[in-house]
């Protein structure tokens, strides 16, 4: 990636019976695993969904 170049990322949580979904990754230096949601967005890419009643936010990150 290109320095000081915004990146966008759209994030969706996906939730079913109290479990989230999360891609897991590994961190050589700390030497642990850490999970993250998931999510990207193309260049020249709207943030337009249409929807038939307006997203819940439970959480803002």
Do not use: W
Not at 7 to 18: K, L, Q, S, T
Not at 34 to 52: A, D, E, K, T, V
């Amino acid at each position: 990636m290109k320095p000081n170049v915004i990146r966008p990322i759209a994030i969706c949580v996906f939730r079913h019976d109290g479990r989230i979904l999360a891609a897991e990754g590994y961190d050589p230096i700390k030497e642990q695993a850490f999970y993250r949601l998931i999510g990207s967005q193309s260049f020249g890419q709207l943030n337009l969904i249409p929807m038939s009643k307006p997203p819940t936010v439970i959480d803002e990150i």
